[in-house]
């Protein structure tokens, strides 16, 4: 059993199908079954239900919010019993007893210091945030607790807002140079070198494969990817443009 905060959680979105147990897609949920299973159970029900607890932080859960996560499960691809389950976390998140200290201390030590599983688990959490085109005060202030309480430091979480805000919205016209430079973390200004150094620690931080090997969930593959190929034509972007 995953036990503990993020079990509880788990157990009443899943209800009666608790004991089956989060491989929701059939009967063979994820519990017992492996470490890697484990994981992506804890990054499943940890991700859905801190997004609820995001989106009440300013009191009230926008319709854009909303919006926002349900988009993320269309493209996580769930299936109707899946997307139940998401829906209950996010709606057990945004309860006033929400135990965040205790759900992010096992999530992080389900995750043994994978930063790039945790990286991408804090950059879903800024998407749901800033979906509606604005971040609340309230809401900036729990993802910076978030990023500390798993280990970031105030330069990388400032980063990731940086890097989310630009690959999650879609380039102004005339302005879509100037995101991908956004996107890659680096100035107008930087050597060839220094972006392409930049690039590839982008790739290798959201390369879905990796990823996956560190636990991340199935359904949330299709993130990872979306994410690499708005890294590699930011690159492509800025490269064609030095020619």
């Avoid at 604005?134 to 330069?155: M, N």
């Avoid at 931080?205 to 090997?213: G, S, T, V, Y």
Wanted: positive net charge.
């Amino acid at each position: 059993m995953l036990g503990g905060p993020l079990g509880a959680l788990l157990g009443a979105a899943l209800g009666r199908n608790f004991d089956r147990g989060i491989r929701v897609t059939d009967e063979h949920v994820a519990y017992g079954l492996g470490q890697q299973e484990r994981v992506q159970a804890a990054f499943f029900t940890a991700s859905f239900s801190i997004m609820g607890h995001i989106a009440k932080a300013d009191g009230n859960v926008t319709r854009a919010e909303i919006s926002s996560v349900e988009a993320i499960m269309a493209r996580m691809q769930l299936d109707s019993r899946q997307r139940s389950a998401a829906i209950k976390l996010f709606n057990e998140g945004k309860k006033p007893d929400f135990p965040l200290h205790d759900v992010l201390l096992q999530f992080k030590r389900e995750c043994h210091g994978r930063r790039n599983l945790v990286q991408m688990f804090i950059e879903i959490q800024i998407a749901v945030a800033m979906a509606d085109g604005r971040l609340h005060t309230a809401e900036r202030k729990i993802i910076f607790s978030i990023g500390r309480e798993l280990g970031f430091d105030h330069a990388s979480i400032e980063q990731l807002f940086s890097f989310t805000g630009s690959s999650e919205q879609p380039a102004r016209r005339g302005h879509s140079l100037d995101a991908a430079y956004e996107i890659l973390g680096v100035s107008k200004n930087a050597t060839e070198a220094e972006i392409k150094k930049a690039y590839r620690r982008l790739m290798s931080q959201h390369h879905p494969d990796k990823l996956i090997a560190k636990g991340l969930p199935d359904e949330m593959v299709k993130l990872a990817t979306e994410k690499t190929q708005k890294i590699k034509a930011a690159y492509e972007e800025i490269s064609n443009s030095r020619k």
